[in-house]
């Protein structure tokens, strides 16, 4: 008796069958694909759909109670966005915010300005995000 089947028989291993072998192999990569296939769909890697998006240009303090917001807006032809432009002081505190709504435009790229009303003077502002309507 060799010493690797010595060391089967002392512990009780035995060697895998055919379908065995097979099933060993299937159902972890089944599993793999399934798990690749879910965090394909929930992650969107290749942006497949409508998608948004919100490019900030500068922003401008007006007064102590008002800053203009400037950015680039990137949507589908045809779809409805809203976009929510925030005012931030030196802390970086949220001091003024807005969302705008824009109607469907068949431009692919389009720029705004935006002015928000602050609660004290804010230093900068941005867009915080966007979406489709």
Known sequence: MTERNHLDARYGRRTLSRRGRILAW?????????VLLAW?????????????????????????????????????????????VQALDDAFTIVGWRVVEYPASQEFVRTFTEEVRTAKTATSGLVASCWLT
Request: net charge negative; glycine share 10%.
């Open 40 to 84: 394909v769909v929930w992650a969107n890697p290749f942006f497949v759909g409508a998608s948004i998006e919100a490019k900030d240009l500068g922003s401008t303090v007006v007064d102590d109670g008002l800053t203009s917001v400037s950015f680039q807006l990137t949507a589908e032809p045809g779809r409805t966005s809203a976009c929510a």
């Open 26 to 34: 299937v159902v972890p990569m089944s599993a793999l694909g399934i």
